[in-house]
């Protein structure tokens, strides 16, 4: 039976089998130490001078080659016990080594955190960079909170998790859609969600009430800083509820998340303290202002609720969707608010109309946002009209959408969270790379796998594919 290292100090005295990696390897010339690394840790090993056979093979041993060990667990003597790392007091006696694999000499070192390598390179050797203590530590922390979530809204919040289509049609986010041709109905394509904001609310209409997902989302845009062609949100919609309902649950959420895991850092401000568009951008210049009393506190947290967006704004050569005067600013599902509703239904005073989207921020990143939706069918159509869409091409596009509110939809809202963003900010990372497993480069290249690349004549033909220009 195998031991796991972070279990071995119950084992004192005892023989032991561990399964590991070496992590580093001391040549003392009459003794050999190794420093053996798995999934729960790592411990250092010796292997004494009488112990022939196992000495010969540690010999030959070298960092990264993957071991099966038999050995003894020692207490250290007490001026050799360190208290700062992990297993500083005891010391595996090896009895016997069998190697289960070779390894290369790995690319970089791994002893490190790694943030002065080449990040092309450690994309590349993905698989090695994650051998890594701080992104094995990431990432168990990141499905740690996922399941912590998880509880928090299947068992006390009545929601469902539901994992909706990747193979989709377009949905607007601002952005463009990734496509994939449909070999079976040449010239049609599929669209990858930008979000699942549609399958969401039509989950609402289906009744369900209260959803979630850790939705993968793909947005192709240009290179643009620390974004990610595709990422992970923490998406929800719910039923009957008002703005104050879902802020106040994601509020409770975030709070509890972050005492249980991250009980180091400190909240600013709760509740989160809220503040108009108007406001933000009057006084921060941007929409996501970092209010932070103390910027070189690094466990301070100050999230902040940002409200009262206009619903359209004018378009622009960089809005994708300029076809009429105006477009939406956040999402066309989105309700107005209450006192605007009349302006918006008349098509009146567009510029000032507000909507219900709020956002949250902190430290000055955009973590998330949603808002209240139009669930009735001919309230959502005016938000295609003002943006002059005509009947033609709002039945096309929505079409689905309006039919399925006119049948008896219930008021419903909802917020997603840019869930690597989160992370990255609990974990003290410096970009969201770091907290993605397999990420991409800026340009969108995932070099490990050699994506994107191109396709085989055979899969053109099959697809209906002609291109003219060869990139
Ligand atoms: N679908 C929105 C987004 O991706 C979030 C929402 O409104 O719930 O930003």
């Given at each position: 039976?195998?031991?796991?290292?972070?279990?071995?100090n119950?084992?004192?005295?005892?023989?032991?089998?561990?399964?590991?990696?070496?992590?580093?390897?001391?040549?003392?010339?009459?003794?050999?130490?190794?420093?053996?690394?798995?999934?729960?840790?790592?411990?250092?090993?010796?292997?004494?001078?009488?112990?022939?056979?196992?000495?010969?093979?540690?010999?030959?041993?070298?960092?990264?080659?993957?071991?099966?060990?038999?050995?003894?667990?020692?207490?250290?003597p007490?001026?050799?016990?360190?208290?700062?790392?992990?297993?500083?007091?005891?010391?595996?006696?090896?009895?016997?080594?069998?190697?289960?694999?070779?390894?290369?000499?790995?690319?970089?070192?791994?002893?490190?955190?790694?943030?002065?390598?080449?990040?092309?390179?450690?994309?590349?050797?993905?698989?090695?960079?994650?051998?890594?203590?701080?992104?094995?530590?990431?990432?168990?922390?990141?499905?740690?909170?996922?399941?912590?979530?998880?509880?928090?809204?299947?068992?006390?919040?009545?929601?469902?998790?539901?994992?909706?289509?990747?193979?989709?049609?377009?949905?607007?986010?601002?952005?463009?859609?990734?496509?994939?041709?449909?070999?079976?109905?040449?010239?049609?394509?599929y669209?990858?969600?930008?979000?699942?904001?549609?399958?969401?609310?039509?989950?609402?209409?289906?009744?369900?009430?209260?959803?979630?997902?850790?939705?993968?989302?793909?947005?192709?845009?240009?290179?643009?800083?620390?974004?990610?062609?595709?990422?992970?949100?923490?998406?929800?919609?719910?039923?009957?509820?008002?703005?104050?309902?879902?802020?106040?649950?994601?509020?409770?959420?975030?709070?509890?998340?972050?005492?249980k895991?991250?009980?180091?850092?400190?909240?600013?401000?709760?509740?989160?303290?809220?503040?108009?568009?108007?406001?933000?951008?009057?006084?921060?210049?941007?929409?996501?202002?970092?209010?932070?009393?103390?910027?070189n506190?690094?466990?301070?947290?100050?999230?902040?609720?940002?409200?009262d967006?206009?619903?359209?704004?004018?378009?622009?050569?960089?809005?994708?969707?300029?076809?009429?005067e105006?477009?939406f600013?956040?999402?066309?599902?989105?309700?107005?608010?209450?006192?605007?509703?009349?302006?918006?239904?008349?098509?009146?005073?567009?510029?000032?109309?507000?909507?219900?989207?709020?956002?949250?921020?902190?430290?000055?990143?955009?973590?998330?946002?949603?808002?209240?939706?139009?669930?009735?069918?001919?309230?959502?159509?005016?938000?295609?009209?003002?943006?002059?869409?005509?009947?033609?091409?709002?039945?096309?596009?929505?079409?689905?959408?309006?039919?399925?509110?006119?049948?008896?939809?219930?008021?419903?809202?909802?917020?997603?969270?840019?869930?690597?963003?989160f992370?990255?900010?609990?974990?003290?990372?410096?970009?969201?790379?770091?907290?993605?497993?397999?990420?991409?480069t800026?340009?969108?290249?995932?070099?490990?796998?050699?994506?994107?690349?191109?396709?085989?004549?055979?899969?053109?033909?099959?697809?209906?594919?002609k291109?003219e220009?060869?990139?």
């Amino acid at each position: 039976m195998r031991t796991y290292i972070k279990d071995l100090n119950k084992e004192i005295d005892k023989e032991v089998l561990v399964e590991a990696w070496v992590k580093v390897r001391r040549d003392q010339g009459k003794m050999i130490f190794l420093d053996l690394r798995d999934v729960s840790g790592v411990v250092q090993a010796v292997i004494l001078p009488f112990h022939k056979e196992a000495l010969e093979v540690s010999n030959a041993l070298r960092t990264e080659w993957c071991v099966s060990i038999n050995a003894k667990v020692n207490k250290r003597p007490e001026k050799n016990i360190k208290t700062d790392v992990q297993n500083g007091d005891i010391e595996l006696e090896v009895l016997n080594i069998n190697v289960l694999n070779e390894s290369n000499t790995p690319p970089f070192d791994l002893t490190t955190d790694g943030l002065e390598v080449n990040e092309e390179v450690r994309l590349k050797y993905r698989y090695l960079d994650l051998r890594r203590e701080r992104l094995s530590k990431t990432l168990k922390n990141r499905s740690k909170v996922q399941q912590f979530i998880r509880n928090y809204l299947i068992d006390n919040n009545n929601f469902t998790e539901v994992e909706t289509p990747l193979l989709s049609a377009p949905t607007p986010e601002g952005s463009r859609s990734y496509v994939v041709p449909s070999r079976l109905w040449k010239d049609n394509f599929y669209s990858l969600p930008q979000s699942p904001q549609q399958y969401k609310q039509l989950l609402m209409v289906g009744g369900i009430e209260r959803y979630f997902q850790f939705a993968r989302c793909m947005r192709d845009e240009d290179t643009r800083g620390d974004r990610q062609p595709e990422f992970t949100q923490l998406d929800m919609e719910l039923s009957f509820v008002s703005e104050e309902d879902i802020i106040n649950l994601n509020e409770d959420l975030i709070i509890k998340t972050v005492e249980k895991f991250y009980p180091e850092k400190k909240i600013q401000q709760i509740p989160f303290p809220r503040m108009s568009y108007k406001e933000a951008m009057e006084k921060y210049g941007n929409d996501r202002p970092d209010i932070r009393e103390d910027k070189n506190d690094s466990d301070l947290l100050a999230f902040l609720w940002v409200v009262d967006f206009p619903m359209f704004e004018k378009t622009s050569e960089d809005n994708l969707d300029g076809t009429g005067e105006w477009t939406f600013t956040h999402n066309p599902f989105s309700r107005p608010r209450d006192e605007y509703m009349n302006d918006f239904v008349e098509k009146k005073n567009i510029g000032n109309i507000l909507t219900t989207q709020y956002d949250i921020t902190l430290n000055g990143f955009e973590i998330g946002g949603g808002s209240l939706r139009n669930h009735k069918g001919d309230i959502l159509r005016k938000t295609f009209e003002i943006m002059g869409y005509d009947k033609e091409k709002i039945d096309r596009m929505f079409g689905h959408m309006i039919e399925a509110l006119d049948f008896g939809a219930p008021p419903h809202g909802g917020i997603a969270w840019g869930f690597d963003r989160f992370i990255m900010l609990m974990e003290n990372e410096p970009n969201i790379r770091e907290v993605i497993p397999f990420a991409k480069t800026g340009e969108g290249k995932d070099l490990m796998m050699n994506a994107p690349s191109g396709i085989s004549d055979k899969q053109k033909k099959e697809l209906g594919l002609k291109f003219e220009v060869k990139g």
